[in-house]
């Protein structure tokens, strides 16, 4: 199994930034890529960005240029870094991970929240 938590949500105003955080742990060695997603009040979850073992990124058009995602390998730990911040990403961010031979994300953290001000 593998267990993840976020960190970093918050409040902020437009054209602010935000770190999200997502540290996992348990069966690490199992997990294959990383992503981010989000869903906004009467919206449905969607993709922000992933990351692969291998380092390759895939991001959101919504978010392209603006967000960036990274890991850190010693630390077992996911960032989103969130720039140029718009009120429409007000939402409730989820980190996911997905394990070796799956095709979906199967593991979710809690989630945390992000509101930009306008």
């Known amino acids: 199994q593998v267990q993840l938590v976020e960190s970093g949500g918050g409040l902020v105003q437009a054209g602010g930034s935000l770190r999200l955080s997502c540290a996992a742990s348990?069966?690490?060695?199992?997990?294959?890529?990383m992503g981010w997603y989000r869903q906004a009040p009467g919206k449905q979850r969607e993709l922000v960005a992933t990351?692969?073992?291998?380092?390759?990124?895939n991001y959101a058009l919504s978010v392209k240029g603006r967000f960036t995602i990274s890991r850190d390998n010693v630390k077992n730990t996911v960032y989103l870094q969130m720039n140029s911040l718009k009120p429409e990403d007000t939402a409730v961010y989820y980190c996911?991970?997905?394990?070796?031979?799956?095709?979906?994300?199967?593991?979710w953290g809690q989630g945390t929240q992000v509101t930009v001000s306008s």
């Open positions: 348990g069966s690490i060695s199992s997990i294959n890529a």
């Open positions: 990351i692969t073992s291998g380092g390759s990124t």
């Open positions: 996911a991970a997905r394990r070796i031979l799956s095709i979906n994300f199967g593991s």
